[in-house]
């Protein structure tokens, strides 16, 4: 990944859509970005967005597999 951020992941979900992106600060140091979009009453897209940096994604991580199967899916 020599690129300043990767291309990222859409994906579309009903009237939402999350994109899954890992960018990468100043310093060098890479992170994740999740946002979640959804048109509000008006018409007009909301954003709300989670930056996960990495000396907290592997314990992000780790806590996304032990709920997984909450969802059917197992590791």
């Known amino acids: 990944m020599g690129k300043e951020n990767s291309e990222g992941i859409k994906i579309p979900a009903g009237q939402r859509t999350y994109f899954v992106d890992v960018k990468k600060a ?3 140091t890479r992170y994740l970005v999740l946002t979640e979009s959804k048109k ?3 018409g007009k897209f ?3 967005k989670i930056m996960v940096f990495s000396d ?3 314990a992000i991580y780790e806590a996304m597999k ?3 199967p909450e969802f059917g899916i197992n590791s």
């Open 46 to 48: 909301e954003r709300q």
């Open 40 to 42: 509000n009453s008006e």
């Open 26 to 28: 100043k310093n060098g």
């Open 66 to 68: 032990q709920v997984a």
């Open 56 to 58: 907290h994604f592997k």
